[in-house]
């Protein structure tokens, strides 16, 4: 087995509290949704939440990729 790189799992560790503070943000707005059961929201709650968090997937996405390169080059 692979041994993970205390660096990526830095990364993961900040990328989570990130995605939970976005949630806790979005929770906020849509008061309808009860955080207990995110995992039950509607397509259309899923579409919001997808629209609200995409920057910061695109974000992350590319912080995991620059962090990669970086590694593979050493």
Do not use: Y
Not at 17 to 35: C, N, T, Y
Not at 36 to 63: G, P, R
């Amino acid at each position: 087995m692979k041994e993970t790189n205390p660096r990526f799992t830095d990364l993961n560790l900040r990328h989570i509290q990130e995605s939970g503070r976005a949630l806790a943000k979005f929770l906020i707005v849509h008061p309808e949704i009860d955080p207990n059961f995110v995992d039950d929201m509607t397509d259309e709650q899923e579409a919001d939440w997808q629209q609200f968090s995409s920057d910061l997937a695109i974000t992350q996405d590319i912080e995991r990729c620059e962090l990669d390169i970086e590694l593979r080059e050493k």
